[in-house]
């Protein structure tokens, strides 16, 4: 039967529950530690890799970060033979519809955008998640367009990308997270020709 | 009762989604495809059943006044656990179902059978009935998540059979109470056929 629900064996009860709850979960955290962060590593080496032209270094050793507007932007270095063939860039907008959004742009050499991969966003599933290559070819417009002469906005506000259907508030967020990548880029660029 | 219609009586006499309308928060929000509601499902099926039967255990120990917090903490921790485990060990699946985990913790239907099942049974008893009502609601999902699938997005379990948007309704919230209604008038059809 229930003990008496008096005030030492409340909190009695409450204490050793909420310890070893937060002991188990402890041990928990400890074990699964490397295990997580090894997958997130997977998967930010993953969307490198999918993002810019072939590369022989190992960008993900090679990070550097910008400052763009005050924030520090994470930047991957893909280089062939010597040569600079490309950035991986994580940018993220907090415009989306669930809140912050993170995705991968990569630009070849010469500003283009190369291809973009998504790495974590909270946009509504079976509608703001086909920014999303496996969802919905959206982010495939991108591929190839140079932000200094194309408008990266969808067209309802006179741009050059066709929006996702009811999911025009995350296709924004996409494009503001695309745009802040280049802000980033471009600052490379500037520290590269001060350096020359 | 037998042990046998501990499990069967979460699917059919009394699931969680259709008869008990227990739930339905998570029901609405993670089946706007039938991966989405299976996925869901099963993880809540996971941590039904051990919240189920570690309840069972200690609900002796517990006074009644500190009941539902002390229950709150245990389904807490177990899905934190799910969690962790799920985001280290299945990060694809996660990736997919990392956004609804945490969701799991505010489901009625584990409190709901932790204080009306779990507390007054015993520890095998409270495992088949966590086993039983987890598989209710993930059969009730799956259902749900692909009629609007299909419906919706114009696919069944992430296959294309329709090119173009199909009707966007069922994507959204609205779609997801017109769909649950319409099977809930027809499983409650069939059962009563049955008894």
């Known amino acids: ?196 | 009762m037998s042990k046998l219609s501990i499990v069967t009586k979460g699917i059919i006499k009394e699931n969680p989604i259709l008869v008990l309308l227990l739930g339905t928060c998570p029901t609405l929000g993670t089946t706007t495809s039938a991966i989405n509601g299976m996925g869901m499902g099963l993880a809540t099926t996971a941590v039904l059943i051990l919240s189920n039967m570690f309840i069972s255990m200690i609900a002796g120990y517990i006074p009644a006044k500190v009941r539902i917090p002390s229950y709150i903490v245990v389904i807490a921790a177990f899905v934190t656990i799910v969690q962790f485990i799920m985001q280290a060990y299945m990060p694809s699946l996660y990736a997919t179902l990392g956004l609804f985990i945490p969701l799991i913790v505010v489901n009625c239907i584990v409190l709901g059978r932790a204080e009306a099942f779990a507390s007054k049974n015993n520890v095998l008893d409270s495992g088949l009935d966590g086993l039983g009502m987890g598989l209710g609601f993930t059969c009730a999902l799956t259902v749900l998540g692909l009629v609007r699938e299909i419906l919706g997005s114009g696919s069944a379990f992430g296959h294309k059979f329709i090119d173009g948007d199909g009707i966007l309704i069922f994507v959204l919230a609205p779609g997801a109470f017109i769909a649950l209604a319409y099977i809930m008038v027809l499983f409650n059809k069939f059962k009563s056929k049955i008894s």
Not at chain 1, 171 to 194: G, P
């Open chain 1, 1 to 196: 039967m229930a003990k008496e629900s008096n005030f030492k064996n409340m909190t009695l009860c409450m204490f050793v529950i909420c310890f070893a709850a937060s002991a188990l979960l402890s041990v928990v955290y400890v074990i699964t530690k490397d295990p997580i962060e090894q997958a997130n590593i997977a998967k930010t080496n993953s969307s490198i890799a999918i993002v810019v032209p072939e590369f022989d270094n190992r960008p993900s050793e090679e990070m550097f970060t910008v400052n763009v507007a005050g924030k520090e932007v994470n930047v991957y270095p893909a280089v062939k033979d010597g040569k600079t063939v490309g950035y991986a860039i994580e940018s993220s907008s907090n415009k989306g519809f669930g809140g912050k959004m993170t995705i991968m742009v990569g630009f070849s050499e010469d500003g283009k955008i190369y291809n973009t991969s998504v790495i974590s966003h909270a946009e509504t599933p079976g509608l703001g998640d086909k920014i999303d290559k496996k969802k919905s070819g959206f982010s495939l417009q991108f591929n190839g367009m140079d932000p200094a002469t194309a408008d990266i906005s969808v067209k309802k506000d006179g741009g050059e990308i066709d929006a996702i259907t009811a999911s025009t508030i995350s296709s924004r967020a996409f494009c503001d997270a695309v745009l802040n990548a280049y802000a980033a880029f471009k600052e490379i660029k500037k520290e590269e020709s001060c350096n020359e």
